[in-house]
C-alpha cells in the first residue's frame, strides 16, 4: 500500500503559509518545506520564511538548517526530504510538501534519478573557467545550443545547473532535459495529492507588491547587508536568490536603493509567472483558485474533501 503524502504549492505570495499550517492541524499533518532559499539561516525576510511563532505547534522541515554558503540542490533537497518523510511516517502523520519549488517536488513525487556524479571532472571545471571569463549569460548560450529546452527552465545565474546540463549533454550525447522528461513519466511510489494554489493574476501582483513593501519595512535592506558583512560572496548560490541579488548593485553604488526594490518586485512577477508555467506542465495536479472560495476555512473543506476521495488517511491532530 502507497503511503500519503499531500502537496501544497502555487506560485509565491499566493499564501501557501497559512493554509498550510491550517491543513496539518485538520489531518495530522508535518510540513516539508520545498522552497531552494528557506533551507538557509541568516535569510529570514528575504525568504519569506516562516518563524518558530507562525508554527503553531506544527513540525516543519527544511527550514533553517543550512548555512548560506551550504550547497543546496535538488539531489540534497530529495535527499533530505526523504529522510524528514521517514521521520514524519514514523510519527504517524501525514507528511505536506509545501513550497512553490517545482523542480524539488517533481524530484520527491517521481523519486527521479537526476544521475549526478559526485567527484569534479575536468569539463566542469573548464566550463567553471568560462563562467568565470566570459560570464554567466555566455555559458548559458552554450546551453541553449544543445539543450533549449533546459535552457528555458534553468535561470542562467544558477550556473551550477547549467555546467550540469552541459556536462550530461558531453557525457551521454542527449539532452539532460529528455533524461528528466522520462524520469518525470515514472509513476509515483506515493498514495499523493498535488494541490496548486493560484489567484487571479492582478491579485496575486498586488500580494507580490504588498510583501516586498513589508519585506522593506522589515528590514531587508539591513539583512542583505548583515549578510555581506558576515561574508557571504554574491556569488553563492543562495545570494543570487530573489531579494538578495537585487540589492548588491545598490550596495556597490551601481543602482538606487528605489531600482533594488522596484527590480525586486518586477523579477518577483516574472518568477511567479514561470511557476505558474511549470505547475501547468505537471500532471495529476487539482488546482484550487482562491478567487472561487469565499474564505480560507471554505477552501480548506474543499482539500479536505478531496484528500478523502483520494483515500488519504485523515487524523486529527488535536
Given at each position: 500500500m ?19 499550517i ?42 533553517d ?8 540542490n535538488v ?9 524528514a518523510?521517514?521521520?514524519?511516517y ?8 509545501v ?8 524530484a ?10 559526485e ?21 548559458h ?7 533549449p ?29 529528455k533524461h ?7 509513476e ?14 492582478e491579485v ?5 507588491d ?8 522589515q ?38 536603493l ?40 471554505v ?20
Open positions: 502507497k503511503k500519503p503524502l499531500i502537496i501544497l504549492t502555487g506560485p509565491t505570495a499566493v499564501g501557501k503559509t497559512s493554509l498550510s491550517h491543513l496539518a492541524k485538520a489531518i495530522g499533518g508535518e510540513i516539508i518545506s520545498a522552497d531552494s532559499m528557506q533551507i538557509y539561516k541568516h535569510m529570514d525576510i528575504g525568504t519569506a520564511k516562516i518563524l518558530p511563532d507562525e508554527m503553531d505547534g506544527i513540525p516543519h522541515y527544511l527550514v538548517e543550512l548555512e548560506p554558503d551550504d550547497e543546496f539531489v540534497r533537497f530529495q535527499h533530505m526530504a526523504k529522510k518523510m521517514e521521520q514524519i514514523n510519527n504517524g502523520h501525514i507528511p505536506i510538501i513550497g512553490g519549488t517545482g523542480f524539488y517536488i517533481q520527491l513525487l517521481y523519486d527521479i534519478d537526476f544521475s549526478k556524479p567527484d569534479e571532472t575536468p569539463y566542469r571545471t573548464m566550463l567553471s573557467q568560462y563562467a568565470k571569463e566570459h560570464g554567466a549569460i555566455a555559458l548560450q552554450k546551453l541553449k545550443e544543445i539543450d529546452v533546459s535552457a528555458e527552465k534553468i535561470h542562467p545565474n544558477n550556473v551550477k545547473r547549467v555546467i550540469r546540463a552541459i556536462e550530461y549533454f558531453e557525457q551521454t550525447g542527449e539532452p539532460i532535459s528528466n522528461e522520462i524520469q518525470a513519466k515514472k509515483s511510489p506515493y498514495n499523493f495529492l498535488y494541490l496548486v494554489l493560484t489567484h487571479d493574476r496575486l501582483y498586488h500580494r507580490i504588498q510583501r516586498v513593501d513589508c519585506m522593506m519595512e528590514g531587508l535592506e539591513e539583512e542583505v547587508k548583515h549578510l555581506l558583512n558576515m561574508g557571504y560572496s554574491e556569488d553563492l548560490v543562495s545570494m543570487q536568490g530573489l531579494g538578495y541579488k537585487e540589492f548588491i548593485p545598490y550596495f556597490k553604488g551601481e543602482r538606487t528605489e531600482e533594488a526594490v522596484y527590480i525586486l518586485k518586477r523579477d518577483t512577477r516574472h518568477f511567479a509567472k514561470r511557476q505558474l508555467t511549470w505547475f501547468k506542465r505537471e500532471k495529476d495536479v487539482t488546482w484550487l483558485s482562491k478567487k472561487d472560495y469565499p474564505s480560507e476555512d477552501l480548506l473543506e474543499q482539500i479536505l474533501t478531496y484528500a478523502e476521495k483520494n483515500n488519504i488517511m485523515m487524523r486529527n491532530r488535536d
